[in-house]
């Protein structure tokens, strides 16, 4: 008798199961939070001290989300290339990959700043 669930994957342990759930959501979170943080980085921070402050606090807090995102990949041993669906595995390592520049270019430019 199988032990396969209703979305196809063994059973096996709630760790796998945990990896198998995150491996299914984690692209369009990786790619919504790219998308939130590139339209909200491009707007002009506001020159009130208060505003700025505000403004700057949730760049970081949406960069520290992309870090998350990219540490819950790597958890889950994402991208695996023992995935049967490639092309999902190929999309999720080029956003991985963007995510990973993403955060380069805004950790040089805080350097710079700072």
Not at 30 to 56: G, M
Not at 64 to 84: T, V
Request: hydrophobic share 40%; aromatic share 6%.
């Amino acid at each position: 008798m199988s032990d396969t669930t209703k979305s196809g994957v063994n059973s096996g342990t709630i760790e796998d199961k945990t990896k198998h759930d995150i491996a299914v959501f984690l692209p369009d979170a990786i790619a919504q939070a790219l998308k939130s943080y590139y339209r909200f980085s491009q707007q002009a921070a506001p020159e009130e001290a208060k505003e700025f402050s505000a403004h700057h606090n949730a760049c970081k807090v949406a960069i520290a989300h992309i870090e998350l995102l990219i540490k819950l990949a790597r958890w889950a041993d994402l991208p695996n290339p023992e995935d049967a669906d490639q092309n999902q595995q190929v999309i999720l390592a080029a956003m991985m990959e963007q995510a990973k520049d993403e955060l380069a270019r805004y950790n040089q430019q805080h350097e710079k700043q700072s």
